[in-house]
């Protein structure tokens, strides 16, 4: 059965003690879609500036991955993050997000897209969150996904989102910030 996931679309910079990398491809979305696309079709939905190569993610094509819904926005610069990891590799320290095209985004699930029995919804606001769980078809799955961007900048939002879907998945550093 086919997941549709809705989420960011970046360029990373990220260091840790391994080493650096500048502008690597990133996003909840191309993750979750690199994990999926070994046992699913996938459909990705996101938004990038034209500053995107999509060559860059012709691993995903290569397995399958639906790309067609990343829409490209002319002018705009791709969402931005820069982060730092420090003994522990689960504790992302963010230096900056720039969110860019991503605080205008605004998914629409058609077609193959809405048909599809899984819904991944993934780094977004909770407010887009809630109006891609009103777009999804009957009897889809959906599974959201949180960040503490979120948690701390729009709570309220993400609180009420949460009763409308199937599972949430938030990690330990994620949860804790929570309370």
Known sequence: ???????????DSIKSDAGSVELAVGGSA????????LGSRVHVIGVVGDDFSFSRLDFLEKRGVDLTGIEVVSGGKTFFWKGRYEDDMNKAISEVTELNVFEGFSPVL?????????????????????HVVAQRGTG????????????K????QLASVIP????????DQEINSCT
Request: net charge neutral.
């Open 1 to 11: 059965m086919a997941i549709t996931v809705v989420g960011s679309v970046a360029l």
């Open 30 to 37: 191309i993750h979750f879609a690199n994990a999926a696309s």
């Open 110 to 130: 058609d077609g193959e897209r809405r048909a599809a029995g899984f819904l991944f919804l993934a780094n977004i606001h909770p407010v887009l969150q809630k």
């Open 140 to 151: 889809t799955f959906t599974i959201l996904d949180s960040m503490n961007y979120w948690i």
């Open 153 to 156: 900048n729009a709570r309220v």
């Open 164 to 171: 409308l879907v199937d599972g949430v998945v938030l990690n």
